[in-house]
């Protein structure tokens, strides 16, 4: 066995140097925090080459003593930490005293650094080395340049991307600390160009518009959660506003930017029967909670933390994030490619500006174009469903607890002869009445000619048993009109100057899903006549026959039929009888991947592919009566939003956005 040597102080120091700094990116970040732990308000990173030949960051904190200036760039020199006791509760971002020796050791620095009372100091390092220490004027606050990062470790260099890898990682840690630190004002630039600036005013949403752009930051919704002696704040994405990948999940603990798979999966936990498979939401969370809860002492990068209670710190993100995606009352809207034709308008309308500008002088109207009179024309045919008649309006103004019972009552056209069915506006929800809404459904339809008549004096309502009831206010939905349906698939609603697109077979496999789920009981079942043989493979047949307890609580009965395929006796009652087989094999691949899932997750499961088969399908017909129930219950309710996969229910266009397509704004 070879001879065991004590290493060489400058080879134990490149080692340590490359688990602390890995690239350029990675001194970035350890200046940056020394530079908030000192208390900067401002910070400025700027890089040449990716970092790799230069990297300076300024900040206008504390600074460093003149006779503390060379011990901070020796081994475990830290001002951060006294005692073994200071290990169980860090409040500080660096504290292993690391950071400054590890850069110093592969690099070669210059420091300029001053304190409020004292002078300012020079410094200048090579490999660790003090090659010059001499006064210097400068400003309070301290800046560190590094210059020929890994000249010395030519095989951590080589290991390195192209400049603009490396910048782009730099930028990253550079977003992140802005993230992380609204209240500082961060400023990066890179080969003399400025990338980025915050504003340092504290406010997160700002710090999100700067860093992501306008877009994701319009997208996303606020949090604010309290769970026990945690605290959760900060913004994630509308579950119709989801990526492809993680990059723009962002969290933070303490004001420390980390990596957390628990986070993580509490966060996509919230999104649970909102969000497409492939999909995943964005977010910066901030999560504030005792030091002595978390250990960030797991990791070298301290890109890595461990909490003493973890199933506090999931429900803490899960459930805070459920409240603010149940709170956000916004519809998501049609995304419409920019019209062309006002910028070829105005384009062609230069040479004609002093004509036109006589002509609307004088008192002529222009013609309308083509592309505006086919605007003009749908808007109008968007309105053509006839209003509720004035009678009925009256009526339900007399007795609200009929009125659904006139809606469906015929009205006499004038001057046609004839009767037709008026589509009604929205009744908004309103408190108790005398008579049940569904009671008042049932009432038989008056001849045409009660319609002419005044409306009888409504009958005075008896005495509530509760009055504590009857004062609730009800939430209260704007008013819409069904306007009818196209390609048996999409329901058409006018509300609010907009236009709603409903996808009726989104919305019924949501309402299902949740009555499904909701429900304590078994699913009803309805017995076949005649068992049907379904064909599975040997495995899927397999795990059916394993949960078949399971599956009868969900409304089938199944046997072995031998060869992977088994008979169904019974079905769930929903659940038409040509889609039982293909919800069955659905349902046995669940049960394949859902062995290592907890039970509520394989119940979702389950419940999805039922409420998805019984659904309305599109492309089926149905009637009116069917369609404005359906819309009821979507305008009725706010937990109506996007169906099991994520798919959304309802798309809004509105007049603005329909008006651009044709040229008319």
Not at 69 to 87: G, I, N, P, Q, V
């Amino acid at each position: 066995m070879p001879k065991i040597l004590q290493l060489d102080r400058h080879v134990a120091d490149l080692i340590a140097a490359g688990e602390v700094v890995e690239r350029p990116a990675s001194a970035a970040k350890e200046l940056m925090e020394n530079a908030l732990d000192a208390g900067a308000t401002k910070v400025t990173v700027e890089i040449q080459n990716g970092g790799m030949t230069y990297l300076r960051v300024t900040d206008n904190g504390c600074g460093i003593a003149p006779e503390d200036a060379e011990t901070a760039f020796l081994r475990h020199a830290t001002s951060k930490l006294r005692t073994k006791e200071d290990l169980a509760a860090i409040g500080t971002l660096g504290f292993r005293g690391e950071a400054l020796a590890a850069i110093a050791a592969v690099s070669k620095i210059d420091l300029l650094t001053k304190t409020a009372q004292g002078e300012g100091i020079s410094l200048r390092l090579e490999a660790g080395k003090v090659l010059d220490k001499s006064p210097a004027g400068c400003p309070e606050g301290t800046t560190i340049v590094v210059r020929e990062l890994f000249y010395n470790t030519p095989a951590r260099l080589k290991f390195l991307k192209r400049d603009t890898v490396e910048a782009a990682r730099v930028a990253g840690e550079v977003q992140r600390q802005a993230l992380a630190h609204p209240e500082v004002s961060f400023r990066l630039i890179r080969d003399g160009e400025p990338l980025l600036k915050t504003a340092g005013n504290g406010d997160l949403h700002g710090a999100i518009y700067q860093v992501y752009g306008r877009q994701l930051a319009a997208d996303m919704v606020p949090v604010e959660s309290q769970w026990e002696n945690l605290s959760l704040s900060g913004f994630v994405t509308k579950p119709t506003a989801t990526r492809g990948n993680r990059g723009c999940q962002q969290f933070f603990v303490n004001g420390r930017p980390v990596l957390s798979k628990l986070m993580t999966a509490a966060l996509e936990e919230a999104y649970a029967n909102q969000m497409m498979t492939g999909r995943f939401p964005s977010c910066v969370l901030r999560l504030t909670l005792p030091n002595s809860a978390v250990d960030v002492n797991v990791h070298p990068a301290k890109t890595e933390v461990k909490f003493s209670n973890e199933r506090a710190v999931f429900d803490c993100v899960r459930y805070g994030v459920m409240a603010a995606l149940r709170r956000d009352p916004a519809r998501p809207e049609l995304k419409l490619p920019q019209a062309r034709a006002a910028a070829v308008q105005s384009a062609a309308a230069a040479p004609a500006a002093a004509p036109r500008a006589a002509a609307a002088s004088a008192g002529k109207a222009a013609e309308p174009r083509g592309s505006a009179a086919a605007g003009q024309a749908l808007l109008e045919t968007l309105r053509a469903v006839p209003p509720a008649h004035p009678a009925v309006a009256r009526a339900m103004e007399d007795a609200p607890a009929a009125g659904e019972a006139v809606l469906r009552q015929p009205v006499l056209t004038p001057g046609s002869g004839r009767s037709e069915t008026a589509i009604p506006a929205f009744v908004p929800p309103r408190p108790a009445a005398p008579q049940s809404r569904s009671a008042a459904a049932r009432q038989p339809s008056a001849p045409p000619e009660a319609l002419s008549q005044p409306a009888p004096p409504a009958q005075p309502a008896p005495e509530a048993a509760e009055p504590e009831q009857t004062a609730l206010e009800l939430p209260r939905v704007q008013p819409y009109r069904v306007v009818g349906e196209v390609l048996d698939t999409y329901i058409l609603i006018e509300q609010d100057g907009a236009v709603l697109f409903l996808d009726k077979h989104a919305a019924h496999e949501r309402i299902l899903f949740e009555k499904l789920r909701k429900s304590q009981e078994p699913v009803m079942a309805q017995v076949l006549l005649s068992p049907m043989a379904a064909s599975l493979s040997r495995e899927e047949a397999a795990a059916v026959l394993e949960r078949a307890e399971l599956l009868e609580e969900y409304g089938y009965q199944v046997e072995d039929f031998g060869d992977g395929t088994v008979l169904l006796r019974q079905i769930p009652a929903d659940l038409p009888e040509s889609e039982a087989e293909a919800a069955l094999q659905a349902l046995a691949q669940a049960l394949l991947e859902g062995h290592s899932r907890d039970p509520k997750s394989l119940r979702d499961a389950l419940l999805h592919t039922i409420a998805c088969k019984a659904a309305i399908k599109g492309g089926w017909h149905t009637s009116p009566e069917e369609r404005e129930h359906l819309v009821r219950e979507v305008m009725e309710r706010d937990d109506i939003r996007c169906c099991p996969h994520g798919r959304p229910v309802l798309l809004k266009l509105t007049k603005n956005q329909l008006e651009r397509q044709f040229g008319r704004a």
